[in-house]
Nanobody, 119 residues
Framework: QVQLEESGGGLVQAGGSLRLSCAASGRTSSIHTMGWFRQAPGKEREFVAQINWSSDGSPSYADSVKGRFTLSRDTARTTMYLQMNSLKPEDTAVYYC????WGTGRGYWGQGTQVTVSS
């Protein structure tokens, strides 16, 4: 099993910044991908950013966050970060950490962290 613990959400004014963290624990030796998704009230969960954990490739981003959000990782701590700059009210959502494991053949979700951007 894999456990994901998110932190860093909060309330910020438009134009501000927040940094989210997601720490993975448990069976983390076979991580394929880690990423962030978000879900706004009344909307479906959507992709934000993702990285292939076992390669040196660059993260991929949703068009709506390109140039504003940056995904990074600390492989020694099995922790992923999402630096969110130039935040907009439309970025308001619950942000979820996601991990897919080769070892268990399944995906995992964190509990979610609320991000609220006021105009």
């Amino acid at each position: 099993q894999v456990q994901l613990e998110e932190s860093g959400g909060g309330l910020v004014q438009a134009g501000g910044s927040l940094r989210l963290s997601c720490a993975a624990s448990g069976r983390t030796s076979s991580i394929h991908t880690m990423g962030w998704f978000r879900q706004a009230p009344g909307k479906e969960r959507e992709f934000v950013a993702q990285i292939n954990w076992s390669s040196d490739g660059s993260p991929s981003y949703a068009d709506s966050v390109k140039g504003r959000f940056t995904l990074s990782r600390d492989t020694a701590r099995t922790t992923m970060y999402l630096q969110m700059n130039s935040l907009k009210p439309e970025d308001t959502a619950v942000y979820y950490c996601n991990l897919y494991s080769w070892g268990t053949g399944r995906g995992y979700w964190g509990q979610g962290t609320q991000v609220t951007v006021s105009s």
